[in-house]
C-alpha cells in the first residue's frame, strides 16, 4: 500500500518569489507520482506527472517537480509565483505493478499569493 | 476530445432526502471513481468502478453507494441526506494511463 504526505497545509508566499511545496511518499513498489491542482470551486487538473526516466518533470504553468527515489520526495516548485496560482495543490500516488489499485492523494496544500 | 462531465453542478437537499448525481467520463475510458470534499477531511475516496463492476472502495457507509452503465457513465445515490453529507464531489475518469482526469464536481448542500 502506498501513503502520501502533504508537510504543509498552508504556503503563503509573496508574488513574484518562489516556492516548493513539499511530498513526501511512503510505497513497498514502484510509483507513478502526480501534481494536481486545484482552483476554487473546480475539479483537480493534472499540473505534472512522473512515470519514468529523467527524475525531473516539467508541467504546465511553468511548475516542475523533482523525483527523489532516495528520500522518497517529489517536491513542486515554482521560480516565480503569480497571484493565479493561488489554488490547493495536491500530491497523488500509484503503484506501477497494480493498474487496480487506487490513486492515493495526500490532504492539500494552499498556496497564498501575498500581493 | 470532451472532458469528464458531472451533472447537476449544484444540487440543495433537506436532510433525509436522497439524491443522485452523474458522471460521464472522457470517451473511451472504462474507470470512474468518486471522491468527496470537505474543508474539514479533505479528499476522500469513496469507490471505483471498471467496466460495470465495483473494483474499489473507501471507507463510507452503506447509504453511498454506486453504479455503471455500460456505456460507462456512473452514477452516484446517497440515501437519508445528513448534514455532513454537504460536500463536493468530484468523479475522475481512468483510461489507459495512470493518470486520473476529474470532473468539475458537484456541490451538495444538505439543509
Known amino acids: 500500500a502506498q501513503s502520501v504526505t502533504q508537510l504543509d497545509s498552508q504556503v503563503p508566499v509573496f508574488e513574484e518569489a518562489p516556492v516548493e511545496l513539499r511530498c513526501n511518499y511512503s510505497s513497498s513498489v514502484s510509483v507513478y507520482l502526480f501534481w494536481y491542482v486545484q482552483y476554487p470551486n473546480q475539479g483537480l487538473q493534472l499540473l505534472l506527472k512522473y512515470l519514468s526516466g529523467s527524475t525531473l518533470v516539467k508541467g504546465i504553468n511553468g511548475f516542475e517537480a523533482e523525483f527523489n527515489k532516495s528520500q522518497t520526495s517529489f517536491h513542486l516548485r515554482k521560480p516565480s509565483v503569480h497571484i493565479s496560482d493561488t489554488a490547493e495543490y495536491f500530491c497523488?500516488?500509484?503503484?506501477?505493478?497494480?493498474?487496480?489499485?487506487?490513486?492515493?492523494f495526500g490532504k492539500g496544500t494552499r498556496l497564498h499569493i501575498l500581493p | 476530445k470532451a472532458g469528464v462531465t458531472q451533472t447537476p453542478r449544484y444540487l440543495i437537499k433537506t436532510r433525509g432526502q436522497q439524491v443522485t448525481l452523474s458522471c460521464s467520463p472522457i470517451?473511451?475510458?472504462?474507470?470512474v471513481s468518486w471522491y468527496q470534499q470537505t474543508p474539514g477531511q479533505g479528499l476522500q475516496f469513496l469507490f471505483e468502478y471498471f467496466s460495470e463492476t465495483q473494483r474499489n472502495k473507501g471507507n463510507f457507509p452503506g447509504r453511498f453507494s454506486g453504479r455503471q452503465f455500460s456505456n460507462s457513465r456512473s452514477e452516484m445515490n446517497v440515501s437519508t441526506l445528513e448534514l455532513g453529507d454537504s460536500a463536493l464531489y468530484l468523479c475522475?475518469?481512468?483510461?489507459?494511463?495512470?493518470?486520473?482526469?476529474f470532473g468539475q464536481g458537484t456541490r451538495l448542500t444538505v439543509v
Open positions: 475522475a475518469s481512468g483510461g489507459d494511463k495512470p493518470e486520473a482526469f
Open positions: 470517451s473511451g475510458h472504462r474507470s
Open positions: 497523488a500516488v500509484s503503484s506501477v505493478m497494480n493498474r487496480d489499485d487506487k490513486i492515493i
